[in-house]
């Protein structure tokens, strides 16, 4: 009886909260609404009010306004750091007030490729997509999905943060109409197991006949077929229902990843492997940006690699806050031993010749690989932990 009463009244909270915040919405507009609901203030007419005006006033102030997408609803930073309204506050900041940001969270105006595609055409400024998303206008963008090339997070931070890659990257995304802010940090992709399925994944040898689902990436299929997995693709949106039922038996999302797309009832163990990166980027429409004044554009991009400090501070205890969910469910998380570890390298690692003709058709040549390799082995001043 308690615990039927405890679902009522969590229930009545939730939809007085929703209730509460489509009547700040209806009065004071959605970003007022978000902004109210992220600080706290939604349940307190008087503060929500406050928040609105400050909203309004800042929009009526601005000179500009960027409209900022992501597929994320407010609040997903606690287990998976996007920081989007700390990236809205910082640009408004830095930039003294003369541009407002105009947040579209949850998805509003799409996720992935098409929010990519609206920020190329010009339709809003300002993106989060995954990285792996710039791979159709710049394809060198796919080698972060090389096995142990730059999974680990401080190699993925040494990495983007480079001259090297700075100079090989972004002038053939810009080409695209595009200019990188920012890249999130979020965490490296693991190996989840289903409820019901073969136990704790360590070492390879435990990876035989798993099916495992994968995303469209050919070079995923193929390092999961040479750890000795069964690769099955599935899209995403199909991809809790497969791991339920059984059609697939892991999957290799991050662990804040997991916990936000809700997997946490049907997994059982989570494995440390830290293969590929599961990263995240900041995108703003090059000619929009190229047209604002040159204190403007100086102020947004200080608030970017403000915004991506923040990230990297925040990426531990996300992580933290998503293993504690997650464990709620009775999930269990390994991480590997040195020579744990060392067997998915030896056994499915970018130094295999296996990996020579994707590392020459995307970064052109062995020779500018190598220069990006280094530049993930060399440390470059910014730390983060990693798992």
């Known amino acids: 009886m308690t615990d039927q009463k405890n679902i009522v009244e969590t229930l009545e909270a939730v939809n007085e909260e929703r209730r509460r915040f489509m009547d700040v919405a209806g009065k004071f507009g959605f970003t007022a609404a978000i902004v109210a609901g992220a600080s706290g203030t939604l349940i307190s007419s008087e503060a929500a009010a406050q928040t609105a005006n400050e909203e309004k006033e800042r929009k009526k102030a601005a000179k500009y ?49 098409a929010l990519a595609q609206k920020v190329q055409g010009g339709t809003i400024q300002v993106a989060q997509h995954s990285l792996s998303n710039f791979v159709p206008f710049a394809p060198v963008v796919d080698l972060i999905n090389l096995p142990y090339f730059c999974g680990a997070n401080q190699k993925f931070v040494n990495l983007v943060n480079s001259d090297t890659w700075r100079d090989t990257v972004h002038p053939m995304v810009e080409a695209k109409g595009f200019k990188p802010l920012w890249y999130v940090v979020i965490d490296p992709r693991v190996v989840a197991v289903r409820k019901g399925g073969n136990g704790a994944i360590k070492t390879p040898d435990d990876m035989a006949g798993v099916k495992f689902r994968v995303p469209g990436s050919k070079m995923l299929q193929q390092y999961y077929r040479m750890i000795g997995a069964n690769p099955t693709p599935i899209a995403w949106g199909e991809t809790p229902s497969a791991i339920k039922q059984g059609v697939a038996d892991a999957l290799d999302p991050a662990v804040g990843a997991l916990f ?47 915004t991506a400090h923040q990230n990297l501070s925040k990426v531990p205890s996300a992580r933290a806050y998503a293993m504690s969910e997650l464990a709620k469910f009775g999930v269990q998380f390994h991480s590997l031993s040195k020579d744990e570890l060392a067997q998915w390298v030896a056994r499915g690692g970018h130094q295999l010749p296996e990996w020579n003709e994707f590392k020459t058709t995307l970064a052109g040549d062995l020779k500018t690989f190598e220069r990006l390799n280094d530049a993930a082995n060399t440390p470059g001043g910014l730390y983060v932990h990693d798992a």
């Open 65 to 113: 306004t960027m409209t900022m997408a992501t597929a994320y609803i407010m609040g997903a930073s606690r287990s998976y750091p996007i920081m989007q309204l700390d990236f809205k506050e910082n640009i408004q900041n830095m930039t003294n007030g003369q541009v407002y940001v105009k947040l579209a969270p949850g998805g509003q105006l799409g996720a992935g490729g």
């Open 260 to 306: 936000v797309f809700g997997f946490k009832d049907i997994l059982s163990h989570v494995s440390f492997t830290q293969a590929v990166p599961d990263s995240q980027v900041f995108s703003c429409n090059l000619a929009w940006f190229n047209s604002l004044p040159k204190d403007i554009q100086e102020g947004i991009e200080f608030a970017s690699k403000v």
